[in-house]
């Protein structure tokens, strides 16, 4: 795949009208019956079955909010590592993004205000086999993976968030 020729148009599109490139993505939560502990998530293009985390009473059959973070930042940062090899030509033989956050539950279930609710740490490990690149290539890969990452970026540099609250 020509990554470049695919992006070419697009990156002059955005260039001679900025207000192109501007996209709104939504994700829906709705309950699932009457169970207070899980939910569906319509993305728009695919729908995420998600849980309470078994250590806060769910049932931890499937994928709990914060699953969906880390696993919404290894995604991105997956596709935008594998782009930026590409975009650099490097000739990669396997890479894989693997992330790990580390909640204390105390904060969620409200046992004790000092704890947060939020991750305390969150780890992006990148394994790359590329035989052929240098360790300041490879530097590069990192570093223009973590610029260019739209989550890793939005987790670092904390978007304004407005809540809204109708009620029915």
Request: aromatic share 2%; with cysteine; hydrophobic share 40%.
């Amino acid at each position: 795949m020509d990554l470049q020729s695919l992006q070419q148009p697009l990156k002059e599109r955005y260039r001679a009208d900025p207000a192109a490139s501007r996209i709104t993505l939504t994700a829906r939560g709705s309950q699932v019956a009457e169970e207070p502990v899980s939910c569906s998530v319509d993305l728009g293009r695919a729908i995420q079955e998600a849980q309470a985390h078994a250590g806060v009473g769910g049932p931890g059959t499937a994928a709990c909010s914060g699953d969906l973070l880390l696993g919404a930042l290894a995604a991105c940062a997956q596709i935008t590592c594998q782009m930026v090899a590409a975009s650099m030509g490097l000739a990669v033989g396997r890479l894989e993004v693997v992330v790990e956050g580390d909640l204390d539950l105390r904060g969620t279930l409200g046992i004790d205000r000092e704890a947060s609710a939020g991750f305390e740490a969150i780890r992006i490990r990148f394994e790359v086999d590329a035989p052929e690149a240098s360790e300041r290539q490879l530097s590069k890969l990192v570093e223009k993976t973590e610029r260019y990452c739209t989550v890793l970026q939005t987790l670092t540099e904390a978007p304004e968030i407005e809540t809204e609250l109708i009620a029915a």
